[in-house]
C-alpha cells in the first residue's frame, strides 16, 4: 500500500524534502513508520519516545495501522504560539 | 464562524485588525493574548526565529479549542487566533489570540485556555537561532 | 514608568496604541482587555454612556493597582491603562488595560486583577441612556 | 474651617455643579458632610449606605473628621471599565 508521508520540523530537514510517499505492507503501523524514518536518518531517534501521529488530521495512537492512501504527519514536539 | 477568524500568514500581524474580528456589542470584554519573541532564551540571545506549521490539521485544532470554548463558556463571543509563520525577529507577534464574552472573568479564562491548548495541540514548530550561529527546535 | 501608561481621553481608544506601549521584547506575552459598551443592560436597549472620573484619585488607584501587580507578580515588565471619558455610543471601548510578562499565565492574572480592582477601587462613574429616554447612575 | 468638596455623578448633578466650598465646624467628618448634603438635596440619600470619602485622594472611613484646607470627593458607587 501507499502511504504518503508529511515532513515538518527536524523530519523535513532530515531528508531535504516535504513529502515522502513509501510503499509498505499491510497493517504498518505509525511507530513502525517513525523507527523505518529514525533507521534511515539517525538524527531522528532524538523524537522516538516523544514523536507524536496524526493520521489524515487526527493524533491517533501510536500503534494504529496505517491503510493505502492515508496521510500521515510525524509530529516532533510541538512549539507554536 | 468565518474563515478568517482563524488564520496563519506570513504577513507581520495586527492587534488592530484581531481585535476587530472578535468585537461585537454583545460582548463588553474582549481578551486578547500576543506572543511575541523574546530577545532571550535561557540566557541566550535570540537572532531570530523560524516558524512552520502543518495548517490545515492546525486549523483543525484551532476549530476544536474553539468548540470546546463555546461548550464550557456558553457566552462566548467571537474567537479569533492568528498565527504567523516564516522568519520572526526579536519583539515580532508570533500569535495574536482574541476572545469576546459578555462577562470578563470567561473571556480572561477562555483566552488563556485557548492559547495553552494551542501550545500543547497545534502541530507548529520554531526554530531558534541564536546570535552566536547556533539553532535548534524548540521543544514544548 | 511613563506618563502615558495610565490616561484618561475624551478621544476614541486605541488597541494599537495601548499595545505598542505595553509591549518589550522581555515580555513574550502581552495581555490585553477591553471593556465596550454593550448594546443591553438588564434586557434594556442602551443608547449612549456618558463617562466622568476624578482623575487625580484615579490616577493614584492605577498606580497602587501598578504597584501592587509588580509585587504580586515580579516579572511584569509593562502596565499600560488607557480610560475614555464623556459620552460613548454602543460598541466603543470604555478602557483598555495591557500587561507584559515573560509568563503568560502571570500577564492573564494581572491583566484580570487589575481591571478587578479598577471596577471596584478607582473613582469613575458611568450615567447609562437608554433608547427609551430613561437614564441613571450605573451600580457596581 | 473652608472645606473644598468636588462633586461628581450624582453629587454634581444634585447641586448642578462641580465644587462646593463649605464653612464647617472644626472636627466634622466626611459622614456629617454627606448628611449635610443630603439634607439640602434629598435624591442624595439614596447613596448613604454606600457612599465612600476621597480625602485628599485617599480613601478614608466615614468617621473621619476634616481639617481646614482638605480636598472631600464623595464617590458613590463607582462603575469604571
Chains 1, 4 share one sequence.
Not at chain 1, 503501523?29 to 538524527?43: D, V
Not at chain 2, 535561557?42 to 476549530?63: H, I, K, N, S
Not at chain 2, 474553539?66 to 463558556?73: D, G, K, L, P, Y
Request: with cysteine; net charge negative.
Amino acid at each position: 500500500m501507499k502511504i504518503e508521508i508529511k515532513l515538518f520540523a527536524s523530519y523535513r530537514e532530515a531528508f531535504a524534502r516535504d513529502e515522502l510517499v513509501l510503499e509498505l505492507p499491510e497493517g504498518t503501523t505509525c511507530a513502525q513508520i517513525q523507527r523505518h524514518l529514525a533507521g534511515e536518518r539517525p538524527q531522528l531517534a532524538r523524537w522516538e519516545a516523544v514523536v507524536r501521529y496524526g493520521l489524515n488530521r487526527r493524533f491517533v495512537a501510536p500503534d494504529t495501522p496505517v491503510a493505502d492512501g492515508d496521510e500521515l504527519v510525524l509530529i516532533p514536539p510541538v512549539s507554536g504560539g | 464562524m468565518g474563515a478568517e477568524h482563524f488564520c496563519f500568514t506570513s504577513e507581520p500581524l495586527s492587534i488592530e485588525r484581531t481585535y476587530a474580528l472578535a468585537a461585537d456589542p454583545a460582548s463588553g470584554a474582549v481578551v486578547t493574548m500576543v506572543g511575541t519573541v523574546r530577545a532571550n532564551t535561557q540566557g541566550r540571545a535570540v537572532a531570530f526565529l523560524d516558524y512552520e506549521a502543518f495548517e490545515p490539521m492546525a486549523l483543525e485544532v484551532f476549530a476544536r479549542i474553539s468548540r470546546h470554548i463555546h461548550e464550557c463558556w456558553p457566552a462566548t463571543g467571537k474567537i479569533v487566533i492568528h498565527h504567523r509563520l516564516g522568519r520572526l525577529t526579536v519583539g515580532e507577534a508570533s500569535v495574536i489570540i482574541a476572545v469576546g464574552n459578555a462577562h470578563r472573568a470567561d473571556a480572561f479564562a477562555a483566552c488563556q485556555y485557548a492559547i495553552d491548548a494551542l501550545k500543547l495541540e497545534a502541530p507548529i514548530w520554531k526554530k531558534e537561532h541564536w546570535a552566536d550561529g547556533d539553532s535548534d527546535w524548540v521543544v514544548g
